[in-house]
């Protein structure tokens, strides 16, 4: 093949590729992709409002920005390749805020907001004093560590200050007894490719809570391992690193198949495990549903008499049916979802009892450090 041949031949391969290019960069403008299922968000669309305002105050350029980097042709494509270069290649200890560590995908947190932090705990002290405090029961507190306290311990990755945020709140919540389950937890136990630990892991935390809660000798300890595999974390799309999925282990026994689970939103009755919801965008939502607002779990077997209260996040969804086993019934409360108002309305109906039952607020390091709550 001469030079000329060669010549016109590169020239019509870029052509082409850049006709397709561009054919495709029209195609995604009259049918622009609205969430990444991989990311688990929305993406940015094209700019509605277009003003010389907009671009004066640079509004405009930056939507813009978004609107190209999020509708980019073969987006996950080039996700991929960069995210493999820059762990892999480059060596690199994050892409766009994700570490890898010996299979665990981390989000990296590099410090706790205070004003995050501290309307959290506004609210937590808001529901403390309106449905705890004069309650009559025992009342427990409980804080999760992510992933990224253990990247920061064990392998000197940069890390917030967890003890701090520990003193924050039982400071706050000075009435309350604090369990430590720090000690109880290792990275081993949360999954490969999600923000959750693996309910078959956490029974070191079971057992903590229920010897503090003076429920343990209620407890049999005695489990079946159900295995779902094929679990997709939120980490497994955000990494872009195409990573082996998990596998999703739930625990059963003769008591937790005999509880039932009232969810007070749909007012309907089901199972702990709804194992349908293992195929839907968030295969953790086999644990009682995914987020709820406001659950009962009802155990036909217990004679204890005794009553739970939860305040939890999803990491309670896997934790407290292995507490429900010494309980009657177990309230669990998300307030990310539900006001105190609505809980209250609740309350004055008779539909929720809380009147000397045990209370634990259980909750994870990263939820505290957001502003979710209502």
């Known amino acids: 093949m001469n030079d000329r041949t060669k010549n016109i031949v590169v020239t019509s391969v870029f052509v082409a590729f850049m006709a397709f290019f561009v054919a495709m960069c029209i195609f995604r403008y009259f049918a622009p992709v609205e969430t990444s299922q991989a990311e688990r968000r929305p993406l940015a669309q094209f700019p509605e409002d277009i003003s010389w305002s907009g671009v004066l105050d640079k509004s405009l350029i930056e939507e813009f920005e978004d609107y190209s980097v999020d509708q980019f042709p073969f987006r996950e494509f080039f996700r991929g390749i960069k995210a493999n270069f820059q762990l892999n290649v480059l060596g690199l200890k994050e892409n766009n805020g ?34 705890v405090k004069d309650n009559g ?53 949360y999954y490969f490719t999600d923000t959750h630990w693996s309910q078959n892991k956490i029974l070191g935390v079971v057992d903590k809570l229920a010897a503090d809660m003076g429920i343990d000798h209620l407890l049999s300890g005695q489990y079946t391992e159900n295995r779902l595999e094929g679990f997709q974390g939120v980490y497994y799309g955000q990494s872009a690193l195409k990573p082996a999925p998990d596998t999703l282990v739930y ?16 007012q309907k009755t089901g199972p702990i495990y709804a194992l349908d919801k293992f195929d839907g965008s968030d295969g953790y939502d086999v644990f009682l549903s995914g987020t709820k607002s ?66 634990l607020f259980l909750y994870s390091a990263l939820i505290l450090n957001s502003n979710s709550f209502k």
């Open 137 to 189: 029961g025992n009342h427990y507190l409980a804080l999760i560590p992510d992933k990224n306290y253990f990247l920061a311990q064990d392998y000197g990755y940069p890390g917030p200050d967890y003890s701090g945020l520990t003193d924050k709140v039982t400071a706050a919540l000075p009435n309350m007894q604090y369990i430590n389950l720090y000690d109880s937890l290792e990275l081993k136990d």
């Open 294 to 359: 406001l659950l009962r779990i009802d155990n036909p077997a217990s004679q204890s008499g005794k009553t739970l209260v939860v305040f939890r996040d999803s990491y309670g969804s896997s934790l407290t049916p292995l507490l429900a086993e010494a309980y009657d019934t177990v309230y669990l409360v998300d307030i990310r979802y539900i006001s105190a108002s609505a809980l209250s309305l609740y309350e004055q109906m008779k539909m929720v009892d809380f009147e000397d039952a045990d209370v």
């Open 251 to 266: 625990l059963t026994n003769h008591v937790l198949d005999g509880c039932t689970v009232y969810d007070y939103e749909t």
């Open 98 to 131: 994700l570490a890898v560590q010996d299979g665990y995908i981390v989000k990296i947190e590099q410090d706790f907001v205070d004003k995050n932090v501290n309307y959290s705990l506004g609210r937590l002290q808001l529901f403390y004093e309106q449905f």
